[in-house]
């Protein structure tokens, strides 16, 4: 019922449904770390979309000409970039990614993005375009016929458009050209990174896995990283990986406040403790309106038909209204408190704001 009211006063708040004294949870390793070296990589390229029925670059998009003169010159047809009408062709930016283990052959999906001022890539097909990582190799080829989730018909103001025809998909439409993998049998020693940087999760992560694992020795390095050196009787490296990833451990959950501004979105979790605090809330608000009248003279008289303005101020004052909490309030009653006082989502970010700097919040405050 409470979120119910909060929503209805424009405040989304969320509070994760777990005992505030209960503040440790068991979790698999393979959910709060991953494995050094086994990640994806961001590739990208520069290229163009042919095919489009009159919805691509117009003419003063240089770039685009050059583009197009370069290809065609490499075909032997020699043009200049000024004779060049570029309606059904846009230039665009292809970006991809690498999956952990890509190998020479393998398909992934591209997302092609207007660089241009083309109005729709909708049936676009996109040519040959290498794809580049942050070392300036290029590892994919992409190419292919577009999907765009959306459309744009009719011109100027008699026009319609859902969601953004200037971005599209092509499944598939992307070809490792280069091997990417890390060979696992070759690691010595294996480091496994916690997502969220944390000793004693360190600790229990090398504990369990020193408890769990024969010829295995785990040692932690610091909040984020833990050392595995492993036996060759341990087995395969990936079975290795595979045996320590299902392995469970105790994870002590840290309190935390997040605030989205833009969407006045607040996240509290139930373990976020609050010291002794007392809220005083208030609002004062000044509306100035402006109305114009027409003043008509009389008939027959001297005077001329004028329009007057008529201000009117009206300022209003509400009453403070104030809350109190007690010494490990919880986040149940922080919200039947604001509820009380009717506060909006701006309110409750500035009033948690104001929790923090006066040193009565047990928790992280981020703001994104």
Avoid: C, W
């Avoid at 091997?179 to 000793?199: H, M, Y």
């Avoid at 079975?239 to 994870?251: K, M, P, T």
């Avoid at 809330?281 to 027409?294: A, D, L, M, N, R």
Wanted: glycine share 10%; charged share 20%; net charge negative.
């Amino acid at each position: 019922m409470h979120l119910r009211r909060l929503l209805s006063a424009s405040l989304v708040f969320l509070a994760v449904s777990v005992h505030a004294e209960d503040t440790v949870h068991s979790a698999l390793i393979r959910d709060i770390a991953s494995i050094e070296g086994v990640r994806e990589n961001a590739v990208f390229g520069y290229g163009l979309v042919v095919g489009l029925k009159g919805t691509g670059d117009r003419q003063q998009t240089l770039f685009t000409t050059q583009t197009l003169v370069n290809v065609l010159s490499r075909m032997g047809v020699q043009l200049s970039a000024g004779s060049i009408m570029v309606k059904n062709v846009a230039a665009v930016f292809v970006t991809a990614t690498l999956p952990p283990f890509a190998t020479a052959g393998s398909k992934i999906d591209v997302t092609v993005s207007s660089a241009g001022d083309a109005s729709s890539l909708e049936g676009g097909l996109l040519l040959l375009t290498p794809l580049y990582a942050a070392d300036g190799q290029v590892y994919a080829a992409a190419q292919g016929p577009l999907t765009v989730g959306g459309y744009r018909a009719g011109s100027g103001v008699n026009s319609k458009q859902v969601n953004h025809p200037t971005v599209g998909r092509v499944p598939g439409g992307a070809q490792v050209e280069r091997d990417s993998s890390v060979d696992l049998d070759r690691v010595g020693l294996l480091t496994i990174l916690l997502s969220e940087p944390d000793f004693s999760t360190a600790e229990q992560v090398a504990g369990v896995i020193n408890r769990e694992m024969h010829g295995v020795a785990a040692k932690v390095r610091d909040s984020r990283r833990i050392e595995i050196e492993h036996a060759p009787e341990a087995g395969d490296v990936p079975g290795l990986l595979a045996h320590i990833e299902n392995l469970s451990v105790e994870v002590h959950r840290r309190a935390r406040v997040v605030i989205n501004e833009r969407t006045g979105t607040i996240v509290m979790g139930r373990e976020v403790r609050l010291g002794a605090v007392s809220i005083l809330h208030g609002s004062f608000s000044i509306q100035v309106t402006t109305k114009f009248e027409v003043s008509q003279p009389q008939p027959l008289g001297a005077g001329q038909t004028k329009v007057v303005p008529e201000t009117n101020v009206q300022a209003e004052e509400t009453e403070s209204r104030r809350i109190e909490l007690t010494e490990g309030a919880s986040v149940e009653l922080l919200v039947d408190g604001l509820q009380k006082i009717g506060a909006t989502s701006r309110d409750v970010i500035a009033i948690l704001q104001a929790i923090k700097a006066a040193g009565a919040l047990d928790a992280e405050l981020e703001v994104i």
